[in-house]
């Protein structure tokens, strides 16, 4: 099963289109406007919030906490790494490998077996991912899982940025 993720560019907050192989809409998500740290909702077609993300603010490296209705599934970090992003999901017993900074990675659980491989597609108006899940019964965690991931990836790009721009 194939979804993509795709930015919304004109928007004052973070929204985001989920569709399935067929360009049919499944999900939508927004970011929340004014919030201490980033927050996403997840809503399904009907407009039912199917996930919430939350960015936990008081903590060294990135962290979101992922949750369903008020049940708390799982929480992705960024470990400690020189070379390249390295994360880790706690709660659920998957695993995060491949790079990163070229949004192009896999989850794969306890086994071995992936989850969901993600790629981006570059020549998109605006940034686009494609999922490519194993099992229809992960989709909200694994969607969860990679919108996390992002998140993450654009606060660092963004911490880089204004550090740049702050040495200038």
């Keep these: 099963m194939k979804l993509f993720i795709k930015q919304k560019v004109f928007s004052l907050k973070d929204k985001f289109s989920v569709t399935d192989e067929l360009g049919n809409p499944v999900y939508n998500v927004e970011g929340e406007f004014f919030s201490i740290g980033k927050k996403f909702h997840v ?24 949750y369903s209705g008020d049940k708390y599934l799982f929480e992705i970090h960024q470990l400690f790494s020189f070379l390249k992003p390295k994360y880790e999901i706690n709660g659920i017993n998957w695993k995060i490998d491949g790079t990163f900074w070229e949004h192009d990675y896999n989850i794969i659980d306890e086994r071995g077996n992936s989850v969901v491989s993600v790629h981006k597609k570059w020549m998109s108006w605006g940034d686009t991912y494609e999922l490519d899940l194993a099992n229809s019964a992960d989709v909200l965690t694994a969607l969860g899982a990679v919108l996390a991931i992002d998140a993450v990836l654009e606060a660092q790009a963004a911490a880089a940025s204004s550090s740049v721009s702050s040495s200038d």
């Design 43 to 66: 809503y399904d077609l009907s407009g039912k919030e199917v996930l919430f993300l939350k960015q936990k603010v008081l903590s060294l490296f990135p962290r979101f906490l992922v």
